[in-house]
């Protein structure tokens, strides 16, 4: 095992085991949910992916090592601190090698997965090519981590803060197949469709199963993401949401916010111009892909 990274018991024991391991994020507690709900969400997702047949694995950086498997104490510390740094591939090593707190975000989750031997990871949303990339250029390192990492990403799609149909077709260059289940169009992550039609579908766990494996032992380099529709239920209407996150665009742009702030700030205004609407629909859509997520890892491991 590589010398930065340190297993929880709980994860250790599930790797001697042969259990699949679920990896999950640390920015999505830190920077992406208000407290205590971030903490709460945190724990239910473990709790779901054990209940489902895997291992959670909740990873940040603590103290100069990336922990793969947090304590409770330790998600209630990245819920409630408010003096941890997001932490992307180019932030990386400087954070581990300076020994303070970091939550690290879908790439640097991925980095540390597939440091730990672990290929599955279930998140809310991916970071992408933000709107209004013409005049000022903004691509998250998710997308570059998925062209380069053999990691599985189980999330809703992403955010219409985005330009999503710019994210999918940068997706395309980079190789990076994008599964709907049980869908056909790319979920926006509060709606259940972004009306952009996605080149691989299925209902079919068992089918996405195996198409990951070939992939993989094509060795054709890189993730994949299986976009998991918000449940019916929970989805809240496309007008609505679609105002809300024109508006919280609209106030970034004008505060001038930008670089690794802006995913966080436009976040956090969407949550609050909803009244806490956006953060209970996150919270449900995130728990669902924590269910798929682990019942895919099980199949993927399956004999
Ligand atoms: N999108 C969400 N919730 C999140 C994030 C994105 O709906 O919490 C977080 C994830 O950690 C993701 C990061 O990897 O934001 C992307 O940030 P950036 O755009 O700065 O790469
Ligand atoms: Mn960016």
Redesign the pocket.
Same mark, same amino acid.
């Given at each position: 095992m590589n010398k930065y990274i340190m297993l929880s018991n709980e994860v250790k024991n599930g790797m001697e085991k042969g259990l699949p391991i679920i990896a999950l994020?640390s /920015? !999505?507690i830190s920077? #992406?949910m208000p407290y205590p709900q971030n903490v709460a969400m945190a724990r239910e997702v473990e709790q779901i992916i054990r209940d489902n047949g895997a291992v959670p694995a909740t990873i940040a950086i603590i103290d100069g090592k990336i922990r793969v498997g947090l304590s409770d104490d330790e998600l209630e510390m990245f819920g409630i601190s408010k003096s941890i740094a997001k932490v992307?591939r180019r932030d990386l090593a400087n954070v581990v090698s300076s020994k303070t707190l970091g939550a690290t /975000?879908? =790439?640097t989750t991925m980095i540390a997965a597939k440091l730990a031997g672990i290929k599955f990871f279930v /998140? #809310? #949303?991916? #970071?992408g090519v933000h709107r209004g990339w013409e005049t000022h250029l903004d691509i998250? =390192?998710?997308l570059e981590e998925l062209a380069n990492t053999d990691v599985t990403v189980i999330c809703a799609g =992403?955010?219409s803060i985005l330009d999503l149909p710019a994210t999918l077709e940068y997706l395309e260059t980079k190789g990076v197949p994008v599964i709907g289940y049980k869908t056909k169009n790319l979920p926006a992550?509060f709606t259940r469709d972004s009306g952009l039609p996605l080149a691989l579908s299925s209902d079919d766990i068992s089918h996405i199963a195996n198409m990951i494996k070939t992939k993989w032992e094509l060795k054709l380099q890189g993730g994949v993401v299986v976009a998991n529709p918000i449940p019916e239920a929970d989805a809240l209407a496309p007008e609505y949401i679609d105002s809300i996150i024109e508006n919280a665009v609209k106030e970034a742009e004008e505060q001038n916010i930008i670089g690794?702030d !802006? /995913?966080p700030f436009l976040?956090g205004k969407i949550v609050e111009l909803t009244g806490g609407k956006s953060l209970e629909a996150n919270i449900k859509l995130v728990k669902h892909n924590a269910k798929v997520g682990a019942q895919l890892a099980v199949e993927f491991f399956k004999n």
């Open positions: 994020e /920015t !999505i920077h #992406g992307s /975000t879908v =790439a /998140t #809310g #949303g991916l #970071g998250s =390192a998710d =992403a955010k992550f690794k !802006i /995913t976040l």
